[in-house]
Every structure is written in C-alpha cells, then in structure tokens.
C-alpha cells in the first residue's frame, strides 16, 4: 500500500518536500484547509518562517486540527517545523504545537550570513548526508523518550520521539531522501 | 567531519525557497515591521522611503540609513531584506555587515553605476535582482543572484508592468525548455544570457532560483493574479503602508496570496479595506521617470 503524506503549503519549501516523498516512495498531497488532512497518513511541517507559520495556522483554523491529526498519525517537521512541533523554545512563552520534549534555540546559529552547509552522520538513516543550515535552530535538551539521531559540533540537529521526527536542516533541499525515506518508513509502520 | 561552508550558492538560493508562497513588505521603521510580522509577512524590506515616496521626493535615492536597518533588524523575527544601489559595492558590504539576511540590488535606487552590476558570488549574503525578461533574469543569475523578482513599475500601484515581466519570464523559460542546444547558443546570443545559465533551465524544466512578482502590487486581488500567473511570492512596496488600514491590508494580502486560487475567499477578504493607493498610469510617465529601464 502506498500512503499519503500531506505537507503544510501555507508557505515555504512545499513542492520540494511533495518531490522527495514521491521519489521516497509515498503520495505527497498539499496541505492549505482543514479538510486536507483527511484520509492521510502522516503529514511534513515544512521549512519557512515559524512566527509566519504559526500565525497562518491560528487564523486559518488549522492549529487544532493538525493537534488532533498528531494524535494518531507521524509528523515530521523540518527547521520551521521542528520549532512548531518543540514543546520548549527559548525566548517564547509557551510552545506552538508542543508535539516533542524537545528544548529549542530558534535562528541559533546565527543570521543568514552564517547559513551553512556541513557533513552529517544521521542514526539509522545516513553517514554523510549533506546537512543545509538556513536561519537555522538547533536543539539544546532532548527529553527522556527522545532519541537523538544527529549532531552538529554538539548541538542536536535530528531526533525522533514515537511517531514524531524532526531535522534542524532541509532535507528537502538536496537530492538525497535518505531522510523522506525513513519519514515514509515510519508512516508506513503506523498506517 | 567537514568543515561547515557558509555563503554557498545552496544556502543563498535556499533561504529564498524558505520565503516561498509569502508576502515580503516594504517598511520604513520598527512599528511597520512589526505591523509586518504580524500580519504574517514572511520578511521585511528596510528602507528609507517606499517608491511611491522615493518617486514624489525625486533627487538621488540611496541605501537607507543604517540606523533604520538596524532598528528593524532588532524589532523582528523574520528575515530581513535591504536595497542597494545597482553597481553600488560598499553599500552592500556596508549591509553585509549589518547582518541583513537578504540584500536588494535595486532598480529602485538611483544606480551608482550605469554598465556593471555587483559581483554577488563574492558576497556571503545572497542578492535578489529584478528582471523583465530572460536575458536579464539570467545576467543576474549569471552574476550570482539567488532570487529574482519582477522590475514591475515600482511606486506606481500599476500592476500591468509586473504582469508583462512575469509573463515574458515564463514564456521565454517554456521556449527555451523546447530549443535544441544548437538553437540555444543562438537564442542566448539573441537575448544576451549566459549560455550555461540558459543551458540549465533547459535541463531543470524551470529558473535555477525562485522568481517573486514586485512593481505595483495594490490590491490582494494583485497579489493572487500574480500567483496565478506562476510568480513564486510577492513583494509589496507602496501598497500597504499608503493603504487606509495597514495592519487589515496587509493580513488581507497574506491570505490572497497563500489561498490564491481560492476566490470567494479573496472576495470576502478584499471587502472594507478603503481605498488602495492612487496609482499611476504608464502613459504618463516620462521615459526618465521609468525605473525598470536601470541597470538591465
């Protein structure tokens, strides 16, 4: 059975994300209204801007809907992503989605002068996996259920708790999908 | 491990992926930025005066004051974008160093050099450039540029010349998709591109960069025809802070934008908003008053 994973189109890196999951093996849908979320299997929180992101979600209804879907089905958020689903973020009252205990620093390498590019060994996804950086974050503390499966000069850049993956980088951004590859594995062990 | 590389063509095209599907807002201070932000903008562009004002005060327009960068660089979360005068090389390090994510190498300004553009490759910050066709879109391109927009006729409220840019744009990127190499090499002399470049968007099937509409976005209904007709995200100068409500205008552009194809809800969304800017019609424009004919 192939599935269907739905990626958040309010704005950012959408049709990239939609790519990599149907090279990964799985049906990519766009996600703009609640009604989206219907019949999928697991949904991406892509990158863009978290502050725009979530004040999109909240105006458009969207927030409590993807709570719900999150009930029961993965999520994978990258970069933007990861800050809405971290349940600490540093500098903000309360988090977004709060979907991992995971304890986030936002723009935390820097401004986009310091956008980079670096080489990645990810748990049971990758040795050497091209990490691309932009305004990104990176995770200060992980909870106890989390697993780490990527660091960067000791900060975490990937982790996954139960159903939940997020990445610090953008995997959407290059042509490797070892990463959608996993994501797609996870979806496919819930559905 | 190897060592991290910052400035890589990647990370500069890449950061304009991030801003794909939203509304970049021209502000001249920290409250506007803040309007901006949270009306879902998903960066900001510092200036000293939006074109509608750079056009009425006439005289040489250059890049803003470093004061306002800076207050709107500390106001915000959102990326923030800068303007540069075309072939201006200190300005844009002098931003470079202010640390803004994004510098704009614009038409807009009164250019410091009528025959070159800035070198973009040299730079750790990326550059987006406007075009109003292929042979320009790729020199920019060619120079480093990792995003491009429309030139539209910026200041204006006219949306007829960004329409007419991004239209070009696609068609001219549909006929080089369906040439043979030896039509291309003839085609980007006819167009003065780079070969290599054009080379690419025949391989790739699209612009190796993301391309925004920019140049006299009024209205939301503006923003959603520019959507419509492939542009990658909007740009709005003038239109929101000369607008009656800023804050109900701006949210209003947001959501045309995102839901774009959505038009009862951009009916509902356009109701109320008071009168948009005036705007000005091409025909009454002197030649010397046209900015998109700089720096092309």
């Known amino acids: 059975m192939t599935v269907k994973i739905g990626v958040l189109a309010l704005q950012g890196a959408v049709s990239e994300h939609v790519k990599a999951l149907e090279k990964a093996g799985a049906k990519g849908y766009i996600v703009k209204n609640v009604e989206d979320l219907n019949d999928l299997d697991g949904l991406i929180l892509p990158g863009g801007e978290s502050t725009t992101m979530r004040r999109l979600l909240d105006k458009y209804r969207l927030f409590e809907a993807i709570q719900t879907f999150s009930e029961s089905k993965p999520v994978f958020g990258t970069c933007a992503g990861l800050i809405l689903m971290a349940k600490k973020i540093e500098g903000r009252k309360g988090p977004h989605l709060g979907l991992l205990d995971i304890d986030v620093r936002r723009n935390a390498f820097g ?62 951004l290059t042509n490797d999908i070892r990463m959608h590859r996993y994501f797609v594995g996870m979806v496919e062990e819930n559905a | 491990m190897a060592i991290a ?15 794909k599907g939203g509304v970049i807002m021209d502000v001249v201070n920290a409250e506007q930025a803040k309007i901006a932000e949270e009306a879902g903008a998903t960066a900001v562009m510092a200036l000293e005066r939006v074109p509608s004002d750079i056009r009425k005060a006439g005289g ?18 959102i990326p923030v974008m800068a303007k540069a005068r075309i072939g201006h090389i200190v300005e844009a390090r002098v ?21 070159y553009h800035i070198d973009k490759k040299a730079f750790t910050v990326p550059f987006v450039c406007g075009c109003r066709d292929l042979g320009e879109a790729s020199r920019r391109i060619g120079e480093g540029a990792a995003m491009l927009r429309t030139k539209g006729e910026p200041g204006t409220g006219n949306i007829v010349e960004a329409v007419r840019h991004m239209r070009l744009v696609n068609s001219q990127v549909r006929k080089v998709v369906g040439m043979s190499k030896d039509e291309l090499m003839v085609y980007a002399k006819e167009i003065g591109a780079p070969y290599e470049i054009l080379l690419q968007i025949k391989e790739a099937g699209r612009l190796p960069v993301v391309n ?62 008071g009168t948009p800017m005036k705007g000005i019609d091409m025909g009454t424009l002197d030649a010397s008053e046209r900015m998109q004919d700089r720096g092309i």
């Open chain 2, 5 to 19: 590389q910052t400035g890589t063509e990647k990370v500069k095209r890449g950061m304009a992926e991030m801003q």
């Open chain 1, 111 to 172: 401004r986009q002068v310091d956008s980079f590019e670096a080489d990645l060994n990810i748990k049971h996804v990758a040795d050497h996996y091209n990490g691309v950086f932009i305004r990104a974050p990176y995770i200060k503390s992980v909870g106890e259920g989390v697993e780490v499966l990527s660091t960067y000069e000791g900060n975490v850049v990937a982790c996954r708790e139960g159903r939940f993956l997020t990445s610090a980088f953008h995997p959407e």
């Open chain 2, 212 to 273: 925004f509409a920019a140049g006299g976005v009024a209205t939301p209904a503006d923003a959603a025809l520019m959507m419509e007709l492939g542009a990658d995200g909007v740009f709005v100068g003038s239109g929101i802070f000369k607008s009656e409500n800023p804050a109900k205008f701006a949210r209003a552009i947001v959501e045309a934008t995102t839901y774009y194809q959505d038009y009862e809800r951009i009916a509902e969304l356009s109701k109320g908003l």
């Open chain 2, 60 to 77: 040489v327009a250059r890049m803003a004051d470093p004061t306002i960068v800076q207050e709107v660089l500390d106001a915000v979360t």
């Open chain 2, 95 to 115: 931003l470079e160093a202010l640390k803004v994510d994004y510098i704009d190498e614009s038409e807009v300004l009164t250019p410091a050099d009528d025959v």
